[in-house]
């Protein structure tokens, strides 16, 4: 059965820590990697991945994934309390356009 | 449980057509979305529900009409296809509006 595990679900840190999320995956025939920031409503995309050993910035966030070892991280550093959010992953596969979704990482920045 | 399970996975239309995109959930959850992502692109959200009968619009509603007539189920309309519709469609739910959203698998349309 196709899955993606993200860890830990929830974790609470000081503005200006570093956090690196998690998230595993066992998926068939898998294309890409995809984060997701989930602010109120709508998650918002941050990266999509889909080779092994390049990371991919956005600020002071980065990402990675490892398709040997089948997971991915999300760093962000310099943590700020607007990075309070729920951070998903998802992996999509190259048989259909589907997503195979985690059920998010709780982060909480505290000041 | 199944989480959000939506139906079908894949399906072409015409131009014109009409069609429901099926979403269920067992989690009890009130709160149900329906997102299309496009390749290349974020999510953007149609419609959203607040619970049974209470139903407003996201970011990008024309074209798509919704219903909540219970609390599992959150069917997504399409009146007349258009081409511009093309997308994978994503329903989510969750327990409160800032809480972990879950998402079904998608739905794959192709209006031609």
């Known amino acids: 059965e196709d899955k993606v595990v993200q860890s830990p679900l929830s974790l609470v840190v000081h503005e200006g820590d570093t956090v690196t999320l998690n998230c595993s995956y066992e998926v068939t025939n898998f294309r890409s990697l995809l984060w997701y920031k989930q602010e109120k409503k709508a998650p918002t995309f941050l990266f999509m991945l889909t080779s092994s050993g390049i990371e991919k910035k956005s600020g002071r966030l980065s990402s990675i994934l490892d398709k040997k070892e089948l997971f991915s991280i999300l760093n962000i550093t310099a943590t700020q309390t607007g990075d309070s959010a729920i951070y998903l992953c998802?992996?999509?596969?190259?048989?259909?356009?589907?997503?195979?979704w985690g059920a998010g990482t709780k982060l909480i920045i505290k000041p | 449980n199944a989480g959000v399970t939506q139906t079908p996975k894949f399906r072409i239309l015409k131009i014109g057509q009409s069609m429901t995109l099926q979403c269920t959930q067992d989690?009890?959850?009130?709160?149900m979305y329906w997102y299309r992502q496009d390749p290349g692109m974020g999510l953007k959200l149609i419609y959203y529900s607040v619970g049974a009968g209470i139903t407003d619009k996201g970011e990008v509603p024309n074209g798509y009409n919704v219903s909540r007539s219970t609390t599992e189920d959150f069917p997504l309309r399409l009146e007349l296809a258009a081409p511009s519709q093309t997308s994978v469609y994503f329903c989510a739910s969750s327990r409160g509006l800032e809480e972990t959203q879950y998402f079904g698998p998608g739905t794959r349309l192709l209006v031609l």
């Open positions: 989690m009890n959850h009130n709160y």
């Open positions: 998802a992996s999509s596969m190259d048989s259909n356009y589907q997503l195979i």
